[in-house]
Every structure is written in C-alpha cells, then in structure tokens.
C-alpha cells in the first residue's frame, strides 16, 4: 500500500524558470493539501485541493503559483517564474473521502533550490 | 481563530531522561490537536491525536501527551528518551472548519548519548 508519492524529491531551478511538483495521494485519498516550509520554520498551509475543485487556497501567493488536481493523474503545483525565496521544501499531504479529520499522510517533500 | 504555540524552539536531553515538548493552544470550540514528528530529509508522520476523547492519549514510539483544557496545553512527554527521537516535533490543531490544520513552528529535540 503506496504512500503519499511526490515528485521530484529535489528540483534545482534557475531565476525565471518554471517548477512543476508532483503528488499521488495515497490509494483512496481524494483530498490533497500542499504546504510549503522554509529553513527552521513550520509548515505553512497553500493550499487545499479534492478532485477537480479548490476548495482552499488562502495560504498560495497570490502571483506565479497555482495548483490542480485534474480527475486522472496526480496533483501538481506549478510556479512560474520563480525566484530565490521560493527555495523550499514543498510537502503534499492526503486525506480520505470522509474529509479532514485532521490526521494528514505526508509525502517525503519536493526540494526547490532556485538558483 | 485557532492558534498553536510550541514553547521551545530546541530541546536538548540525554539518552533515557525524559522528554517534554511543550505546546499551548488557542480555540474557541474544542479542538483536535495532533504531534506529528519529521525525522530529517522525511516527511511528517503523525505521532498521536486527540479528539475529545480521554485527555492522555498514548500514540507511538512510547510517546504521550495530555490534554489540559483550563491550561489550553497539549505537551508531549516520553519516561525515556531514545537516539532515534532526535527529529522536528510539530503541535497541530485542526480548524473549526474541519480542514485545515495549523502548524506549530516546531520543536527540535536533540538525544546526547
């Protein structure tokens, strides 16, 4: 029984570029949250996704970032035209269909150094 | 609007002292509350929950936390610390809307031999 899958695990960008991260949920999981954490702080809430819908995304930038969660296939958050402070580790999270009970399964995280 | 306090940024104890991992919280209704703990270069793994349920909850590794609602804490505590607890301890509260979750800025615990 898979876990949380994301993909790339690290992701090396140049200024400008365009970073696309990747998370399969666990088997069964139709609700998917992003997060992002910074150098020795927390985990910071972007966003909060179920199939085809957004149902949250107060915690997104409101420039260059945007996620999906298309019908078939994984979750991708994409940002566009990144910069140096996007350097972070990225961690996608899944919940069953009953919603969030609170308790999240976490991918290992995707790792964007922007050079 | 929910709010998670973890009181010390880094602890730092010796092979088999115990461990404490303090963390207030801010609610208006009762609330979930989780650790969750993240080894280095890994994703999170939840630890323990609590839902309204007994006030110590037990949850893996040996690691428990009890629920004070007149203090508004939910510390975490083990008898006797272990190497492999060396890891970023995250406090969790779950929001009145059911979905999201806020994070507390974390606790790194360090293990001396």
């Known amino acids: 029984n898979a876990g949380v899958m994301q993909n790339p695990r690290h992701l090396v960008r140049r200024r400008g570029q365009e970073a696309r991260l990747r998370c399969s949920p666990m088997?069964?999981?139709?609700?998917v949250y992003w997060y992002r954490q910074l150098p020795e702080e927390g985990l910071k809430f972007m966003v909060y996704l179920q199939k085809e819908n957004i149902i949250d995304e107060s915690g997104m930038p409101k420039e260059r970032f945007s996620a999906e969660f298309p019908k078939e296939g994984p979750s991708i958050l994409r940002i566009q035209q990144v910069v140096r402070g996007d350097s972070a580790a990225y961690f996608c999270?899944?919940?069953?269909?009953?919603?969030?009970?609170?308790?999240?399964?976490f991918g290992e995280g995707s790792r964007l150094t922007v050079l | 609007a929910q709010s998670v306090t973890q009181l010390d940024s880094h602890v730092s104890v010796s092979e088999g002292t115990p461990v404490l991992l303090r963390c207030n919280y801010s609610s208006s209704y009762s609330p979930s509350l989780f650790w969750y703990v993240q080894h280095p270069n890994k994703g999170l793994q939840l630890l323990l929950k609590y839902t309204s349920a007994a006030t110590l909850v037990k949850g893996i590794n040996g690691f428990e936390a009890e629920f004070k609602k007149s203090e508004t804490s939910f510390h975490l505590t083990k008898p006797s610390a272990h190497m492999s607890d060396a890891a970023e301890y995250f406090c969790?509260?779950?929001?009145?809307?059911?979905?999201?979750?806020?994070f507390g800025a974390g606790t790194r615990l360090f293990v001396k031999a």
């Open positions: 088997k069964g999981h139709s609700h």
């Open positions: 969790v509260v779950l929001n009145t809307g059911g979905f999201k979750t806020i």
């Open positions: 999270a899944s919940s069953p269909p009953a919603g969030n009970t609170g308790e999240l399964f």
